[in-house]
T-cell receptor
Framework: GAVVSQHPSWVICKSGTSVKIECRSL??????MFWYRQFPKQSLMLMATSNEGSKATYEQGVEKDKFLINHASLTLSTLTVTSAHPEDSSFYIC????????FGQGTRLTVV | DAKTTQPTSMDCAEGRAANLPCNHSTISGNEYVYWYRQIHSQGPQYIIHGLKNNETNEMASLIITEDRKSSTLILPHATLRDTAVYYCIVGFVQGGKLIFGQGTELSVKP
């Protein structure tokens, strides 16, 4: 079946630095990808919809200047957490749809 | 907001059928019912989806009520590896965002 790959699986960064997470659809083209965030013991929360060749659509309450999304090709979307702080520590998951949704394996971000 | 409601948690004995209910009373005519599960610290895994007919695959069966306002996911012979959080989601098959509810934490016990 279709595969969505996320990289890195985990990352530790210092407070104030930026971190980039990549999401690739390996065997299909995705004009749209989705980014979620998940805190411990909670459900996935949709952050934004990434649109190939145009601006991302952010959900209410998500800071677009803090979470930069770039969808430069039909198989790659990136999420950059800028000026990361400890409260940004979370599990970030991307998704792409071809009919059903396929999810990446997630990225565990820890900001120290 | 999520369009589905599910019990917070359920237990099931190993080898028995696990029946996970989901309410989606505001589902629209073209929206499908999708089921995913998430094992700790992994991305969600697709299980099954359907529109109005009952569906079965190698993992599970999906029973959708005639009015489409609720559904039940059935794992016919639960194993310890089926312990996970199960999410019922409604959405359009041609695309669009999927909004997760709180899901059901299923614990399969020996």
């Amino acid at each position: 079946g279709a595969v969505v790959s996320q990289h890195p699986s985990w990352v530790i960064c210092k407070s104030g630095t930026s971190v980039k997470i990549e999401c690739r659809s390996l065997d299909f083209q995705a004009t749209t990808m989705f980014w979620y965030r998940q805190f411990p013991k909670q459900s996935l929360m949709l952050m934004a919809t990434s649109n190939e060749g145009s601006k991302a659509t952010y959900e209410q309450g998500v800071e677009k200047d803090k979470f930069l999304i770039n969808h430069a090709s039909l198989t790659l979307s990136t999420l950059t957490v800028t000026s990361a702080h400890p409260e940004d520590s979370s599990f970030y998951i991307c998704s792409a749809r071809t009919g059903r949704a396929f999810f990446g394996q997630g990225t565990r971000l820890t900001v120290v | 907001d999520a369009k589905t409601t599910q019990p917070t948690s359920m237990d099931c004995a190993e080898g028995r059928a696990a029946n996970l209910p989901c309410n989606h009373s505001t589902i629209s005519g073209n929206e499908y019912v999708y089921w995913y599960r998430q094992i700790h610290s992994q991305g969600p895994q697709y299980i099954i989806h359907g529109l109005k007919n009952n569906e079965t695959n190698e993992m599970a069966s999906l029973i959708i009520t005639e009015d489409r306002k609720s559904s039940t996911l059935i794992l016919p012979h639960a194993t310890l590896r089926d312990t996970a959080v199960y999410y019922c989601i409604v959405g359009f098959v041609q695309g669009g965002k999927l909004i997760f509810g709180q899901g059901t934490e299923l614990s399969v016990k020996p």
